[in-house]
Every structure is written in structure tokens, then in C-alpha cells.
């Protein structure tokens, strides 16, 4: 579409000789041609955010902390949004190693996505628990689900089904949360929310294989 766009305006350009009755047309086009060039710009960078993330910078971590600084940031988006916040918070919960600010960045892109998917309202609960040699985090919304076919692609880069963004933000979660050699998995129905839940090793020898070690294993 750009391609053809410049090659319009180159056209239309060669044609006009003084005063040009076309020169609204050329106009349009360059906008047009604006328009993609910011869009292509964007997906470029969101595409280098997720190609040149760093690994993280690991310290022993309080998952509760955590969760409770997330859920003050966004306590006044979500009343804006209608939206009841819920802690359920595990009491004791073991520290991990991790990286606190990534686990921060994945929380927040949980949420919003959450908020995202409650446009007339609803709950949005969130909930540490530990499972033996892992803890959990738990984000759970009443929102408008994902339909099932779906599913298997929400942490692909490039899919999404919003008007905007890139189909990053996923991804980028699951990054962060198999670069701590956890894991995340998703529950949804269509009509009654989603449920997406992080787990994180206690012991890193027991810790989850990355998307590349799984694609590795697979060849």
C-alpha cells in the first residue's frame, strides 16, 4: 500500500504543471503515506522491544509486594473503568528470585489487558498462592473472554484483535515469564472472562524450558 501510494503521488506530481487542480488528491496520498510510515515505525519498535529484551536481573522478590504496588498503580484507572479490584493474597508466601521491575512490566500488560476486555465494567482479581516448588500469580477477569480457537495464539507476536496495538504485549509476558523459567497459561470463556496464571519456580533447577528450548527440543 505505501508502495502504490508514493508511485500515485509520484504520477500525479509529473502531471501537474502550474497551478495544479490535483494538488488536494496529492495531498491525500501523503497523508496516507504518513499514516503507514508511523505504522510500520511502530510495529518496528514494538518488534525490537521484544527481540532485545534483557535478561532479568534477579533478587530475592516479595510476590505480595508485588501485587499490591500493581494493584495501587491502576486502582484509579480501574474506578474510572468500573472495575472492583480484588487481592486474594497468599499469607505465608515464600520469596522468589526474580526480576521485580519485569514482573511489574508483565502484570501491568495482564491487567490493562484485562480492563481492556471489561468495557462496561466488572471484577478483576488478582491472587498469589505457592504449589509445592512454585508460586502463582493469578489474574482473573469478567470480561468478554477469548474464544477458544484463539487460545493457542494470544502469545504469538503480531496477533491481535484490537483496532490498535501490535500483538506485543502477550508475547512480551510470556518473555519475561519464561526468562525467570516460569510459565503462564490461559483459561477463558467467551462471555465470562479469563483467567491467566503465572507460575514461578522456587527452586531454579526445577525451572520450566523457554519457547526456544521447547522449539529446540521439537526439531
Do not use: W
Request: net charge negative.
Amino acid at each position: 500500500a505505501l508502495y502504490m501510494n508514493v508511485q500515485l503521488v509520484k504520477k500525479a506530481l509529473d502531471s501537474c504543471a502550474g497551478d495544479c487542480n490535483g494538488r488536494q488528491d496529492i495531498m491525500d496520498r501523503i497523508a496516507i503515506i504518513d499514516q503507514e510510515v508511523h505504522r510500520i515505525s511502530d510495529i518496528l519498535e514494538e518488534f525490537v522491544r521484544y527481540a532485545r529484551l534483557a535478561p532479568p536481573q534477579l533478587a530475592e522478590v516479595d510476590l505480595n509486594k508485588v501485587v499490591s504496588y500493581v494493584a495501587e498503580m491502576l486502582s484509579e484507572r480501574a474506578e474510572q473503568s468500573h472495575i472492583k479490584l480484588v487481592l486474594s493474597l497468599a499469607d505465608p508466601l515464600s520469596n522468589v528470585l526474580a526480576d521485580e521491575n519485569k514482573l511489574v512490566q508483565a502484570l501491568v500488560n495482564l491487567c490493562i489487558n484485562a480492563i481492556h476486555a471489561m468495557p462496561d465494567g466488572g471484577t478483576l482479581k488478582l491472587a498469589t498462592r505457592e504449589q509445592g516448588n512454585r508460586v502463582e500469580i493469578a489474574v482473573a477477569d469478567t470480561g468478554v473472554g477469548i474464544p477458544q480457537e484463539d487460545i493457542g495464539k494470544i502469545f504469538l507476536p503480531f496477533f491481535t484483535k484490537k483496532e490498535s496495538g501490535m500483538g506485543f504485549g502477550l508475547p512480551i509476558v510470556q518473555r519475561i515469564v519464561e526468562d525467570h523459567g516460569g510459565q503462564i497459561t490461559c483459561q477463558s470463556e467467551v462471555g465470562e472472562g479469563t483467567v491467566f496464571v503465572v507460575q514461578l519456580p522456587l527452586d531454579h533447577s526445577t525451572r520450566y524450558g523457554t519457547a526456544n528450548d521447547r522449539f529446540a527440543a521439537n526439531r
